[in-house]
């Protein structure tokens, strides 16, 4: 089991940019896909973006490609999402996600294990 931690959330103003983090604990995290999750309330969790174990294959929501990237450092065990020309349809709750595998996942039951989420909140 891997245990995420995120931080970096807040509040922005619309074309703002946040960075999120999310550092894990435990000896499969570089052997692992990490992805990052978003949910609104009284909306079901998003997919966001993925990244595979080597960072060399990423993926993206269709509703922030070309504006968010996911990046990882297995040294150091940490996973963050760079979040630019933010718009208020982006505010949730994002969440952390280590996979089951290897390979890079769009479903939220392809990750097993979840961060306690980071607010992102952007005004208009």
């Known amino acids: 089991q891997v245990q995420l931690v995120e931080s970096g959330g807040g509040l922005v103003q619309a074309g703002g940019s946040l960075r999120l983090s999310c550092a894990a604990s435990g000896r499969t995290f570089s052997s692992l896909a990490m992805g990052w999750f978003r949910q609104a309330p009284g909306n079901e969790r998003e997919f966001v973006a993925a990244?595979?174990?080597?960072?060399?294959?990423?993926s993206y929501g269709d509703s922030v490609k070309g504006r968010f990237t996911i990046s990882r450092d297995n040294a150091k065990n940490t996973v963050a999402l760079q979040m630019n020309s933010l718009k208020p349809e982006d505010t949730a709750v994002y969440y952390c996600?280590?996979?089951?595998?290897?390979?890079?996942?769009?479903?939220?039951?392809?990750?097993?294990?979840w961060g306690q989420g980071t607010q992102v909140t952007v005004s208009s």
């Open positions: 996600a280590a996979g089951r595998a290897s390979y890079v996942g769009r479903t939220v039951s392809e990750y097993a294990s």
């Open positions: 990244i595979a174990w080597n960072g060399r294959i990423t």
